[in-house]
């Protein structure tokens, strides 16, 4: 079974805190995307990085991949209300990399609230 | 705005009752998904299109039918609503999951079944 395991699943802080979400796994992936769902709506893409090692910077948002492409983080600099939501990451893996048998799967969901 | 669409916003059955959750999309995109998201649980894959004419099933595909006939349009089916199918609802659709990586998703169905 493939898991995408994120942590921590609750974040609580005040406003103008630094904050790092993990997601990890025990497989490769080919590309792995962040989003951030917000209540009554569906997921909205963040980034998608695709290399090891990349580090992609969105304002206040910096992603990284591990350099095995078996993990992520999502790093938020002085955290802000507006940032208040559920992070999810996922991505794709390849069942059997020959033939071309791939999922796409999502992680637990990390569920961030920004107190002002 | 381009994007994926799904209708009703949020729905009621009773046990027993048949429904079609409805999505359509304006991208030209070849996959299209339903997911399901529950407290806990994450977003759980229900079917899947690669294009039209062509489904299959995801990991939570009991109780549910699809359908592709068009590009654009991806329904659900509830055969015969039990309980366990409250959830929340997504449809979302993609050029190229393997190329592009990403979903764009629709705003969801709420569906309560008492």
């Known amino acids: 079974t493939q898991l995408l395991e994120q942590s921590p699943q609750f974040l609580s802080i005040q406003e103008g805190e630094n904050l790092t979400v993990y997601c990890n796994s025990s497989s490769v992936f080919s590309s792995l995307q962040w989003y951030r769902q917000e209540p009554g709506e569906g997921p909205v893409l963040l980034v998608t990085?695709?290399?090891?090692?990349e580090v992609k910077k969105l304002k206040r948002l910096t992603f990284q991949f591990g350099d095995a492409r078996k993990d992520s983080s999502l790093h938020i600099t002085a955290a802000q209300p507006g940032d208040t939501g559920l992070y999810l990451c996922a991505g794709v893996i390849y069942i059997t990399p020959t033939s071309g048998t791939y999922k796409y799967i999502f992680g637990t969901g990390t569920r961030l609230k920004v107190l002002a | 705005n381009a994007g994926v669409t799904q209708t009703p916003k949020f729905q009621v059955l009773k046990t027993g009752q048949s429904m079609t959750l409805q999505c359509a999309q304006d991208m030209n995109h070849e996959y299209m998904s339903w997911y399901r998201q529950d407290p806990g649980m994450g977003l759980r894959l229900i079917h899947y299109?690669?294009?039209?004419?062509?489904?299959d099933q995801g990991e939570v595909p009991n109780g549910y039918n699809v359908s592709r006939s068009t590009t654009e349009d991806f329904p659900l089916r509830l055969l015969s609503a039990a309980p366990s199918q409250t959830s929340v609802y997504f449809c979302?659709?993609?050029?190229?999951?393997?190329?592009?990586?990403?979903?764009?998703f629709g705003s969801g169905t709420r569906l309560t079944v008492v």
């Open positions: 299109s690669v294009g039209a004419g062509i489904t």
């Open positions: 979302a659709s993609t050029q190229d999951v393997v190329l592009f990586g990403w979903y764009t």
């Open positions: 990085v695709v290399t090891g090692g």
